[in-house]
């Protein structure tokens, strides 16, 4: 019971972020394009649903890097006190 | 075959990847090729944080003199990269105010050393050299953390301060290891938190050299309120939770993309073969689960 209930969440959660498609009735479950890019290349499913609600084709590579520079993978990254130079 | 590092609950382990009792092995420290000596010392006054670090350099002095003195050398770990420097300056302090202990230290080909030193563009290694120490951590270039290593190596410097970067990067022995302190930043969660038993395990594991020693030394200084933690952390009394909770979506994403689950009840089926489920059924509080629900 404990695992249908927390595996149907996370299922329905993925589905909602597009990277599975899940049909109710059948209770089956799809990749997505977006889904297998994100397994192949190991994105975090959150930083990739970020990703498709904000980069679109018409997105200019310097909102490209800022959205980049958002993804949860780098959360932990500080710039540390000798690097604000270069980075300036 | 499946191996994992020695924690309490290797049984469920066990469980997990369908081994059976006859082929279930548990290698304790008994099997250690060099015996470690652990000492753990609890410092009470870890409130006022100068005065705490006072004492614990004051330990720390006595047993570099104790470890020097039967030739054997020793890396002190600490958890920021400006405490390696810091610590290792301080306890020179110390160094100058006794008389008579500076020989222990120094290196004993200091001239040809200190000629492969000067090259360095590293004024903390130039430094610290003349002393007998040294610094090492993931701040510093490739090129000075290869020379620091090799001059520990060789037995050019005595005592290295480092971050827990050189435990777990590079395989460098030592006859002691030290763990000063045990509040380590923690970036992810903007707080400080306790050394992790992994971290601990892995820089007591740096103690002591099969070929050279018979016996390794690890110390750890800790606030007093904490040392019976880090004792029973040390026993291997700590069951060894699953985290794959926190990284389901992950899981299940990729496991799908392969069409190994392309069912709900798969996912299920899945999921009670993990060592999640094995620890889930024995202790369900840890993951939000009553015993009701199971």
């Given at each position: 019971m404990v695992l249908l209930k927390r595996v149907t969440a996370v299922i329905e959660q993925l589905n909602r972020a597009r990277l599975i498609r899940f049909?109710?009735?059948?209770e089956q479950v799809y990749s997505t394009d977006m889904g297998r890019i994100a397994s192949n290349y190991y994105i975090n499913t959150e930083t990739m649903s970020y990703f498709m609600d904000r980069i679109k084709p018409t997105t200019q590579p310097q909102s490209i890097l800022d959205h980049?520079?958002?993804?949860?993978?780098?959360?932990?990254?500080?710039?540390r006190k000798e690097e604000?130079?270069?980075?300036? | 075959m499946g191996l994992s590092a020695t924690l309490p609950n290797y049984l469920d382990v066990a469980e997990f990847i369908n081994a059976d009792h006859q082929g279930t092995f548990c290698f304790d420290a008994s099997y250690r090729p060099t015996p470690l000596k652990c000492i753990f010392y609890g410092v009470k006054e870890m409130g006022?944080?100068?005065?705490?670090?006072?004492?614990?350099?004051?330990?720390?002095?006595?047993?570099?003199?104790?470890?020097?003195?039967?030739?054997?050398?020793?890396?002190?770990?600490?958890h920021q990269r400006a405490a390696t420097y810091n610590t290792a300056i301080e306890l020179i302090e110390?160094?100058?105010?006794?008389?008579?202990?500076?020989?222990?230290?120094?290196?004993?080909?200091k001239h040809r050393v200190a000629r492969e030193v000067a090259k360095s563009r590293n004024d903390q290694v130039k430094e610290l050299f003349a002393?007998?120490?040294?610094?090492?951590?993931?701040?510093?270039?490739?090129?000075?953390?290869?020379?620091?290593?090799?001059?520990?190596?060789?037995?050019?410097i005595k005592v290295l301060c480092s971050t827990s970067t050189l435990a777990w990067g590079v395989n460098l022995p030592a006859y002691a290891v030290l763990i000063k302190g045990t509040k380590v930043y923690d970036s992810s969660a903007g707080a400080y938190r306790d050394v992790g038993v992994f971290d601990v395990q892995q820089i007591f594991g740096r103690a002591g050299r099969p070929q050279f020693d018979t016996e390794g030394e690890a110390l750890i200084l800790t606030p007093f309120k904490q040392m019976d933690e880090y004792v029973k952390m040390m026993q291997n009394k700590q069951t060894i939770e699953s985290h794959l909770d926190k990284g389901l979506d992950n899981c299940l994403n990729a496991e799908i993309a392969s069409g190994t689950i392309t069912t709900v009840s798969e996912g299920v089926q899945w999921l009670k073969k993990s060592y999640f489920y094995q620890r889930l059924v024995k202790n369900p509080h840890a993951y939000a689960v009553s015993m009701a629900d199971l």
């Amino acid at each position: 019971m404990v695992l249908l209930k927390r595996v149907t969440a996370v299922i329905e959660q993925l589905n909602r972020a597009r990277l599975i498609r899940f049909n109710r009735d059948t209770e089956q479950v799809y990749s997505t394009d977006m889904g297998r890019i994100a397994s192949n290349y190991y994105i975090n499913t959150e930083t990739m649903s970020y990703f498709m609600d904000r980069i679109k084709p018409t997105t200019q590579p310097q909102s490209i890097l800022d959205h980049l520079a958002h993804a949860t993978e780098f959360k932990q990254l500080d710039a540390r006190k000798e690097e604000v130079a270069e980075l300036a | 075959m499946g191996l994992s590092a020695t924690l309490p609950n290797y049984l469920d382990v066990a469980e997990f990847i369908n081994a059976d009792h006859q082929g279930t092995f548990c290698f304790d420290a008994s099997y250690r090729p060099t015996p470690l000596k652990c000492i753990f010392y609890g410092v009470k006054e870890m409130g006022n944080a100068q005065r705490g670090n006072n004492i614990m350099n004051d330990i720390i002095f006595e047993n570099l003199l104790r470890i020097l003195r039967m030739g054997k050398q020793i890396i002190i770990f600490v958890h920021q990269r400006a405490a390696t420097y810091n610590t290792a300056i301080e306890l020179i302090e110390i160094l100058k105010t006794q008389q008579g202990h500076l020989h222990l230290f120094e290196c004993p080909d200091k001239h040809r050393v200190a000629r492969e030193v000067a090259k360095s563009r590293n004024d903390q290694v130039k430094e610290l050299f003349a002393y007998g120490f040294s610094v090492h951590h993931a701040g510093m270039l490739r090129k000075d953390r290869n020379m620091v290593e090799a001059m520990f190596h060789n037995g050019d410097i005595k005592v290295l301060c480092s971050t827990s970067t050189l435990a777990w990067g590079v395989n460098l022995p030592a006859y002691a290891v030290l763990i000063k302190g045990t509040k380590v930043y923690d970036s992810s969660a903007g707080a400080y938190r306790d050394v992790g038993v992994f971290d601990v395990q892995q820089i007591f594991g740096r103690a002591g050299r099969p070929q050279f020693d018979t016996e390794g030394e690890a110390l750890i200084l800790t606030p007093f309120k904490q040392m019976d933690e880090y004792v029973k952390m040390m026993q291997n009394k700590q069951t060894i939770e699953s985290h794959l909770d926190k990284g389901l979506d992950n899981c299940l994403n990729a496991e799908i993309a392969s069409g190994t689950i392309t069912t709900v009840s798969e996912g299920v089926q899945w999921l009670k073969k993990s060592y999640f489920y094995q620890r889930l059924v024995k202790n369900p509080h840890a993951y939000a689960v009553s015993m009701a629900d199971l």
